[in-house]
Each structure stands twice: as structure tokens, then as C-alpha cells.
């Protein structure tokens, strides 16, 4: 089943206009560069391989579903979900093949974001690109051993999907004003990625947890996003949230400038106040010494570049549009924790 983007579908983010936008790629650290490089030349390889003969068939729906979400936890991801894909899901120009979308997520170091933007936080973004590209990549290979297709769709960009309203349907939270999907335990400092299949899986919903309804009165982001890129108000013209609610809408010609300029900004992250800091906060990793961590970050506020307008209108990335929620929100916590 070949699967075409719709007229609601937004153009893929197009990296290159925009760096040239803003005069190129400036930011170089030597981890960044390691990472950037091991997912380039590496993992990029590694998204297609054999698909067994013999395919394996689920009792049932549910089984096939609850399998897949342990085998994703199994290969590192926080949370997962599941979702049927819509054309509105797709990039504009783009098609896919599949129609279920696994969705997983990784929480990012708290520990960080203790200063934003900083050398440490554009580092542990490009960090967790990679983790959660190996995660992605293993469930791919373990998805066709079973005798089934499948197709990774990376974390860093350049997929056929959009990662926001995939994320919105397979219940891992709502959307915040900031633009980025917000879990009620794990706030919404998280990336995710996706891989996507036509195994018959029970599908996830998306939840109304009240979040989308705080930031009506709360607008922290706003006031310390330094580009002044997130907006006083949600926008009519912007589309729906998954909730039915009119979308704030990210000024991303004002957004995109800071970002490729000030070490991948993120300040509207680690702000942001559903980041629950007591469990933030208790971040160790094997290995890694205990850090004291404070509850707000410091945050480096540099005055903002000149607005990019230069990025033809027809290839500006205006926040995805969630058209379509398939099955209503459930009021409740995310499905798979
Ligand atoms: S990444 Fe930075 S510039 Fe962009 S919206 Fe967030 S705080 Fe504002
Ligand atoms: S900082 Fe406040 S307004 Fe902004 S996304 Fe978080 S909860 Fe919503």
C-alpha cells in the first residue's frame, strides 16, 4: 500500500536552505562532529538488511503490539506507542509503503541542561540522535527477522515522517506552546524516532492530561526564548491539535537563526515547568559521577541574529499540523509506561 503526503502535509524540514540562511554551519565541537559522522557514515548503512523468509504471525493484534513495545524498551527507548499512519503524517513529496508508525522516545540528561545554550546540551542532542538511532535501527533488524518490512525513520531529520503528530497519536503526550510534545513524567525534554511497518498492531491514543490547557496560562518559553519565537497566542490559520485546540505556532524564521548559531539553543526545553526536576534531576548513568543539578537552568540569553527571511515561503517548515486524531484523546496517562 503506497501512502502519498496531502495537501495538509508541511515541506521537510530543508536544512540546507536554512544554514545558508544564517551563513552556513558554524557550530563545531569535536563531540558534535564525532556524533554527526558516526550517524552519517555509520548508521546510515545500517537502515536496510535481510528480511527472513519465513514470517511470524501474531495470535493477535494486541500481542503483536505488546511484543514490539518490549523488544523497543528491550533496545533502549523511554517510552513507545503505536499509531496508523495518515497522508498528513507524511512529508510533502514524500510517500511511504506501511501503515503503522512505532514510535519511541529517549529522555535526554537533565544534567546537561544545566546551562542553556552550552557546548553540554548541543553535545547531548546530537548524543541522543545517536542512542536513538541504534535504538531504531536494532528494532528494524529485529522486525525483519520476523519476516515483515520495515523502514527506520531517523531521529536527526530527512524522514518521510513527522515526528510530532506520530508522537501526539501513539499517546506520548501533548503539545506544548513551545512546539515539542510534553510527557507527563518525563516534561519535554525527549527526542524521538520512529519505525514503521504494516504488522497488524493495536494502535495507542492520544491522552488529554490538562498540559495543552496549562500553557494557556503559563508562558515561561515565551518569555525566555530569545528570538521571541514562540507566540502570545495560538493561531487560527495553524491547524488543529490533537485536542482540537487552534496550534501556537513557532516563528521559525526568527527560531531557526538562534538555533544554528547559539549550540542548538533548546532554551524552551529545560524551562519549560512540566520538567518534573525531582525526577530529573536523579539522572546517573552507569558510570558517570554524581553531579549536583539545580532546578532551573542557567540561561545564556544572547541578543538574537537577524530574522532569516531569505528561506523561500514554499520551503519553510511550519510546525506540523496534526489534522487528524483517528481516535479521540483518553484522559489519562500515556499508554505504555
Ligand atoms: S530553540 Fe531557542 S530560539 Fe527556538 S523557540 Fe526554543 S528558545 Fe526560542
Ligand atoms: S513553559 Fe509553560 S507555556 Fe511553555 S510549553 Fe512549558 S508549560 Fe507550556
Not at 17 to 25: E, P, T
Not at 73 to 96: H, M, N, Q, T, W
Not at 224 to 234: S, T
Request: glycine fraction near 8%; proline fraction near 8%; charge should be negative.
Amino acid at each position: 500500500m503506497l501512502m502519498h503526503a496531502d495537501g495538509a502535509s508541511p515541506p521537510a524540514f530543508s536544512w540546507d536552505h536554512w544554514y545558508a540562511s544564517v551563513g552556513g554551519r558554524s557550530i563545531s565541537i569535536a563531540e558534535v562532529n564525532e556524533y554527526l559522522k558516526a550517524i552519517h557514515e555509520d548508521q546510515y548503512k545500517r537502515f536496510n538488511g535481510p528480511i527472513a523468509p519465513e514470517r511470524h504471525v501474531f495470535a493477535t493484534a494486541e500481542e503483536a503490539s505488546a511484543a514490539v513495545k518490549s523488544k523497543a524498551k528491550e533496545f533502549g527507548a523511554d517510552i513507545v506507542g503505536v499509531c496508523l499512519i495518515e497522508p498528513s503524517d507524511i512529508y510533502r513529496g514524500r510517500s511511504v509503503n506501511e501503515s503503522h508508525a512505532i514510535a519511541v522516545g529517549q529522555r535526554m540528561r537533565w544534567t546537561e541542561f544545566q546551562v542553556v545554550p552550552s557546548h553540554a546540551s548541543a553535545v547531548e542532542c546530537l548524543r541522543i540522535y545517536w542512542t536513538l538511532g541504534e535504538t531504531v535501527i536494532q528494532l528494524a533488524a529485529w522486525i525483519r527477522s520476523l519476516g515483515y518490512t520495515c523502514a527506520v525513520e531517523h531521529p536527526i531529520g530527512d524522514s518521510d515522517l513527522l515526528h510530532i503528530p506520530i508522537g501526539l497519536k501513539a499517546g506520548f503526550g501533548e503539545l506544548g506552546r513551545h512546539g515539542s510534545i510534553i510527557h507527563p513524567e518525563l516534561g519535554p525534554l525527549f527526542r524521538m524516532g520512529s519505525v514503521i511497518t504494516s504488522i497488524p498492531m493495536a494502535v495507542d491514543r492520544p491522552i488529554d492530561a490538562g498540559i495543552a490547557a496549562f500553557c494557556d496560562s503559563c508562558k515561561a518559553c515565551r518569555i525566555y526564548c530569545p528570538a521571541k519565537a514562540i507566540p502570545d497566542h495560538r493561531n487560527p490559520v495553524a491547524g488543529k491539535d490533537h485536542l482540537g485546540n487552534d496550534r501556537y505556532q513557532i516563528d521559525t524564521g526568527k527560531c531557526f537563526p538562534y538555533f544554528a548559531t547559539h549550540n542548538y539553543c533548546s532554551i524552551c526545553l529545560p524551562v519549560c515547568v512540566y520538567n518534573h526536576k525531582e525526577w530529573a534531576r536523579d539522572f546517573p548513568q552507569p558510570g558517570d559521577p554524581v553531579v549536583a543539578t539545580k532546578l532551573f537552568p542557567e540561561v545564556v540569553m544572547h541578543a538574537p541574529p537577524p530574522e532569516a527571511t531569505a528561506v523561500p515561503t514554499d520551503t519553510r517548515h511550519q510546525f506540523d499540523r496534526v489534522t487528524s486524531t483517528i481516535e479521540g484523546p483518553k484522559k489519562s496517562k500515556p499508554a505504555d509506561e
